[in-house]
């Protein structure tokens, strides 16, 4: 099922934080987070893996409660490339035969920071 | 590294026409998803390969959509009697773990 985001979308001024949560109603392996801007591929930005561990990459970083089933992404001090749409994409885990499972992502925070 | 290659970048076909779209992955890479997106959505799964070998086809792929990856090199996606509904863009990643996907550029597809 597919994860849920909140909020869908957010308008910030430069240097402004953020936080864009993601929801699942299954249990968790993995929580994946991409940025996407317009007319672009997504990007990938960090994997969390059950642990609740908290990660960070440059000003964004991002939590991973599994009780919760639930992944936040914080954003500090955004700069102007900080906008697109933000993905978070869910993965139930491998599967027992040692093959791979996939990404089921959600449906997107779209963020603009402007001056 | 350079990066998942897609062709064509946009295709515009007639209704009821077959296409077919090329995607080619990180050559490390033993895994290769197909996802689909539309306007303001998030990348909605297809397919994907573990080497050659298909291991899931969404419920949404309908008997007109079919994906191939011979040798576990390059992938094919082709769909046949394309119907309007079918515009979007097309998606192909890989990865060689579970996670941390690379993207290409997509094919931009619209049915007239």
């Known amino acids: 099922q597919q994860p849920v985001q909140s909020p869908q979308a957010v308008i910030l001024r430069e240097g402004e934080d953020a936080v864009i949560n993601c929801s699942s109603s299954?249990?968790?392996?993995?929580v994946h987070w991409y940025r996407q801007k317009h007319g672009e591929a997504p990007v990938f930005l960090m994997i969390?893996?059950?642990?609740?561990e908290q990660k960070g990459h440059e000003k964004i970083s991002a939590s991973f409660n599994e009780k919760k089933q639930q992944s936040s992404l914080y954003l500090t001090a955004s700069q102007l490339s900080y906008s697109g749409t933000y993905f978070c994409?869910?993965?139930?885990?491998?599967?027992?035969?040692?093959?791979?499972?996939?990404?089921?992502f959600g449906t997107g925070t779209r963020l603009q920071v402007t001056l | 590294d350079t990066g998942v290659s897609q062709n064509p970048r946009h295709k515009i076909t007639k209704r009821g026409q077959n296409v077919t779209f090329r995607c080619d992955p990180i050559?490390?890479?033993?895994?290769l998803y197909w996802y689909r997106q539309t306007l303001g959505q998030g990348p909605e799964f297809l397919t994907y390969?573990?080497?050659?070998?298909?291991?899931?086809k969404s419920r949404l792929l309908s008997d007109r959509f079919s994906a191939e990856r011979p040798k576990g090199s390059f992938s094919t996606l082709e769909i046949q009697r394309t119907e309007q509904g079918d515009s979007a863009m097309y998606l192909c990643?890989?990865?060689?773990?579970?996670?941390?996907?690379?993207f290409g550029s997509g094919t931009r597809l619209t049915v007239v």
């Open positions: 990643a890989s990865s060689s773990e579970i996670g941390r996907y690379t």
């Open positions: 299954k249990a968790l392996y993995s």
């Open positions: 969390l893996l059950k642990g609740g």
């Open positions: 994409g869910t993965e139930m885990g491998e599967k027992e035969d040692g093959t791979a499972s996939k990404l089921t």
């Open positions: 050559s490390e890479h033993n895994r």
């Open positions: 390969f573990q080497n050659e070998a298909q291991l899931e």
